[in-house]
């Protein structure tokens, strides 16, 4: 059977990742399950595309399998798009998720209901044998509020209410939240391109 990894040291993201591909037709892994040393890959991209397709292609070339690797993050419009690409080192280099939402409460705190808008980002670069596959990506526009609230999710989700809800995602169930959740869209999309790289992989067999 062929492996499918996950290229991420992040239990969360690891938990609600393992949820999306449930039943899928593959073993499906993570870095947690590879037991060579693998070099640290530096995320200094520009775009959350640029650090996926990074971190895909390196690890590519040191596991046997296929290899999706995601940057995701936060843009807030009134912050002219921070934190972005650095939402997990927002505070600090070695911040914790409530370090990043207590200083983007406080980067917010006279920003007024009407010009809180932000739109969460995922991006998933899909890549086997040091080449790139293929990408996904997805989008999930909502507002941060005034306060966290919630005890689910991770990040920046106690802050995060999605268009047309009343809660934020740390108030969500995870299979409610990944129907709808920026990670949950390109994940989708993702399979569908790996399902469909595995079915031209097995009819060029020999």
Same mark, same amino acid.
């Given at each position: 059977?062929?492996?499918?990894?996950?290229?991420?040291?992040?239990?969360?993201?690891?938990?609600?990742?393992?949820?999306?591909?449930?039943?899928?037709?593959?073993?499906?892994?993570?870095?947690?399950?590879?037991?060579?040393?693998?070099?640290?890959?530096?995320?200094?991209?520009?775009?959350?595309?640029?650090? @996926?397709?990074?971190?895909?292609? /390196? %690890?590519?070339?040191? +596991?046997?399998?296929?290899?999706?690797?995601?940057?995701? !993050? $936060?843009?807030?419009?009134?912050?002219?798009?921070?934190?972005?690409?650095?939402?997990?080192?927002?505070?600090h280099?070695?911040?914790?998720?409530?370090?990043?939402?207590?200083?983007?409460?406080?980067?917010?705190?006279?920003?007024? @209901?009407?010009?809180?808008?932000? /739109? %969460?980002?995922c991006? +998933?670069?899909?890549?086997?044998?040091?080449?790139?596959? !293929? $990408?996904?990506?997805?989008?999930?526009?909502g507002?941060?509020?005034?306060?966290?609230?919630?005890?689910?999710?991770?990040?920046?989700?106690?802050?995060f209410?999605?268009?047309?809800?009343?809660?934020?995602?740390?108030?969500?169930?995870?299979?409610?939240?990944?129907?709808?959740?920026?990670?949950?869209?390109?994940?989708?999309?993702?399979?569908?391109?790996?399902?469909?790289?595995?079915?031209?992989?097995?009819?060029?067999?020999?």
């Amino acid at each position: 059977m062929r492996q499918v990894i996950i290229a991420t040291r992040n239990k969360n993201k690891k938990k609600e990742i393992e949820k999306l591909f449930k039943g899928f037709k593959a073993k499906v892994s993570s870095l947690y399950d590879v037991k060579i040393h693998l070099p640290h890959v530096i995320e200094n991209g520009e775009t959350f595309r640029q650090n @996926a397709i990074k971190k895909a292609l /390196t %690890f590519s070339r040191y +596991i046997d399998g296929i290899i999706l690797a995601d940057d995701s !993050g $936060l843009v807030v419009e009134a912050l002219g798009g921070k934190p972005g690409v650095r939402s997990s080192r927002f505070a600090h280099t070695k911040a914790t998720d409530r370090e990043n939402n207590e200083k983007l409460l406080k980067l917010m705190q006279k920003v007024p @209901a009407r010009e809180r808008q932000a /739109t %969460f980002v995922c991006v +998933i670069a899909i890549a086997e044998n040091g080449n790139l596959k !293929g $990408l996904s990506e997805g989008q999930c526009k909502g507002t941060i509020g005034f306060e966290a609230k919630g005890k689910g999710g991770f990040g920046y989700d106690p802050l995060f209410t999605p268009k047309g809800y009343n809660r934020t995602f740390a108030q969500f169930a995870t299979l409610s939240k990944n129907r709808i959740s920026h990670r949950g869209k390109a994940l989708r999309q993702a399979k569908t391109i790996v399902q469909k790289h595995l079915l031209e992989a097995g009819r060029t067999r020999p």
